[in-house]
């Protein structure tokens, strides 16, 4: 039909610039139905879309419609949903539908879901047959704005989080904002914790619109969340496009993330979302940066202020000094055994470094609940 031929020119687009590896992000509402969305990508024999028995029924059929267009066969497969999934286990399920589908070399791989859905479609696309291309269709608050783009791909293992994965990016990432109206207030929060990471580490004034805001983010009007979308992709494309394999600032998007991926394996993955653990990661790190001199204690009332008000936790759980410390051990960042975190230095801006020992298990003591 002649409506769905014409361009997106309600997409808005956020460049993640890599070189070769450059992609856009587009960012808008009806995108997925849309046939401008994927006029760019690369006309093949064959596509998998990849996800979960959550977003399956809510929108395969029609990403299966809008792509037929552009593949001989568009081969679908249902993960099992969640966190507690993303594992060995389902990533098979992955490479199974890919060579029992007789899939190539040039077969596009779709991930049509959350960071989950996401980061195990990317982690099989970079290994099947060493590396095929993939979109990421992100249904999830939390992966419009962080998880889909900048390529870190992975699958948990029992001992740490995300810990067995690849860089490898994507060719395009696909934020249809209308697919947010069907995500359950829990997930919509979690996504929120991941905008708010943006503020202190590298825009107060956007920390300012957030607080503005966040009633109007949280009734998940529109205009608001294209903006805290768009605004949160710039600044993670800005530091990406800096440091594609982490090697410095990237970093920073960790903020929160030591003390967060410790509650996501010590209670187990799946029983705190990721997006909770981060946000209460980040009410820790926040203290932690205060302890240290670096910011005073207005900041991390603000910080965790917001993060009570956008419906997420700001006390850990009882885990104990001890294996929180033991769980942090098992940490990207971890150098030589000493354990490192990013800490604001000032607002709107953090660095990564060690901290002594007892001073985080001061802060561990005092962040977690009674
Ligand atoms: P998720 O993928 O588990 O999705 C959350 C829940 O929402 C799931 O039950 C899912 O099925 C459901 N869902 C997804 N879209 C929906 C929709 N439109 N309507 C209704 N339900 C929907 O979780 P997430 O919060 O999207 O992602 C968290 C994961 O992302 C973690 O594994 C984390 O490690 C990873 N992550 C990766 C990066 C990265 O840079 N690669 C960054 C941040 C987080
Ligand atoms: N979410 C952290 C990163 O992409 O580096």
Redesign the pocket.
């Known amino acids: 039909m002649q409506a769905s031929t014409e361009p997106a020119t309600h997409a808005q687009r956020v460049n993640i610039e890599l070189g070769e590896r450059s992609y856009p992000i587009a960012i808008g509402a009806a995108l997925l139905d849309d046939a401008a969305t994927w006029v760019d990508l690369p006309r093949t024999a064959s596509a998998l879309i990849v996800t ?4 399956g029924p ?2 395969l059929q029609r990403l299966q419609a809008a792509l037929q267009p552009r593949h001989k066969a568009v081969f679908t497969v249902v993960l099992p ?3 507690a999934h ?1 594992n060995w286990q389902t990533l098979n399920l992955i490479f199974d539908a890919l060579l029992e589908n007789e899939c190539d070399r040039k077969t596009i791989l779709y991930a049509l ?7 195990m479609t ?1 982690f099989a696309a970079a290994s099947y047959m060493r590396g095929v291309p993939f979109v990421q269709v992100a ?2 608050l ?2 419009q704005v ?5 390529g ?3 699958i ?1 293992h029992p001992l740490g ?2 810990m067995i994965g690849a860089f490898y990016q994507p060719l395009l990432v696909v934020c249809d904002l209308d ?2 109206k ?3 207030a829990r ?1 919509l929060s ?2 929120l914790a ?1 905008i708010i990471k943006y503020g202190p580490i590298a825009d107060m004034a956007f920390l300012d619109w957030i607080e503005n805001n966040l009633g109007a983010l949280l009734a998940r009007e529109p205009a608001a969340l294209a903006h805290a979308v768009k605004r949160s992709c710039e600044i993670k494309a800005w530091v990406v496009g800096q440091d594609e394999r982490e090697s410095g600032i990237r970093a920073i ?1 960790n903020f929160g993330h030591t003390f967060g991926h410790a509650i996501e394996s010590g209670l187990g993955y799946g029983e705190w ?3 909770e653990a981060v946000g209460c990661g980040m009410v820790m790190a926040a203290h932690l940066s205060q302890r240290l001199g670096l910011i005073d204690m207005t900041l991390v009332e603000r910080l965790t202020k917001v993060i009570h008000k956008a419906g997420l936790p700001v006390k850990g759980p009882r885990l104990g000094a001890d294996r929180y410390l033991e769980l942090m051990r098992v940490d990207k960042k971890t150098d030589a055994g000493e354990l490192r975190f990013v800490l604001i230095d000032k607002p709107g801006s953090a660095v990564m470094r060690g901290a002594p020992q007892a001073l985080v298990r001061e802060v561990i003591e005092q962040c977690c609940a009674a």
């Open positions: 979960n028995t959550t977003v809510l929108y949903d969640g966190e993303k879901g959350g960071g989950v859905v996401g980061d990317g249904t999830t939390l992966a962080d998880s889909s783009v900048g870190k791909t992975a948990n989080k995300n697919t947010l069907t995500l359950p997930e979690a996504g991941e998007l979302l990721h997006g």
